[in-house]
């Protein structure tokens, strides 16, 4: 009989972080078996295999804006010049997953919250619903990067589909420094997939100095700048120190 692989062991063959492991088995998407009185997760290394080879084209994700389209789970990030392509982007972002029935996240400083539910108001009239049954989140982000990493990873296992949006100013509003969003930008829970949805983080060019867009266009594999998708070529795969 084959061994049975335990979440550790499966996390080192996909090359993921154990909470992936969790998220997928509680979704679903990855098959497990429950053993013991814990009920502790095994996997058979077949099932491993099948989870690695299925959807090898990946869905592709109409972001609202510019035509775009993004590879479902994806992480990449959209550079845009002002506060009027800021909230033209947010709106259509949301409009176009709310009418596909997905779960929205939208992070951005407090200050931004009325000016955004107002503009989106007018072109959702079911908004008030949307917030009350948490099928739309506003919210200012959490004070260190491990509480938001977790947030993310809790929203993201929550919903059959989603989509964040994250206007990146709002962890300048809660003091971090450049290190400190770097942690977050590059944890390995999201440079992993976050199955079912996207991830898209907002820098605006006149609020960040050149050293926090260069950080941004490491820690995203794709950029959005001018109306373009494009592959960053300044990209770097954080290796996970445990796993070299």
Not at 73 to 99: I, R
Not at 122 to 142: F, N
């Amino acid at each position: 009989m084959n061994r049975l692989l335990n979440v550790r062991e499966a996390a080192e063959f996909l090359n993921v972080s154990e909470m992936s492991i969790r998220r997928w088995t509680n979704k679903g998407s990855l098959n497990c078996f429950r053993v013991g009185g814990k009920k502790e997760r095994r996997f058979y290394m077949a099932d491993l295999v099948a989870f690695l080879n299925k959807d090898k084209g990946p869905a592709l994700v109409p972001l609202g804006f510019d035509g775009l389209k993004l590879s479902d789970s994806s992480h990449s990030t959209h550079f845009f010049a002002n506060q009027k392509e800021f909230f033209d982007t947010a709106l259509k972002y949301a409009v176009t997953g709310l009418n596909q029935g997905e779960s929205m996240l939208m992070v951005m400083p407090r200050q931004k919250h009325k000016d955004f539910l107002s503009l989106l108001g007018r072109h959702r009239p079911s908004l008030e619903k949307d917030l009350k049954k948490d099928r739309l989140v506003v919210s200012e982000g959490k004070n260190t990067p491990e509480e938001m990493i977790q947030y993310l990873c809790a929203f993201a296992a929550n919903s059959k589909k989603f989509r964040i949006l994250g206007d990146m100013s709002w962890a300048i509003c809660k003091g971090w420094d450049l290190e400190t969003l770097r942690e977050l930008e590059q944890a390995p829970e999201l440079r992993q997939p976050l199955l079912n949805g996207v991830l898209v983080c907002q820098y605006g060019l006149e609020e960040f100095s050149g050293a926090y867009i260069m950080m941004a266009a490491e820690a995203h594999e794709q950029i959005i700048y001018k109306n373009e998708l494009k592959q960053s070529v300044y990209y770097r795969q954080k290796r996970d120190q445990s796993n070299p």
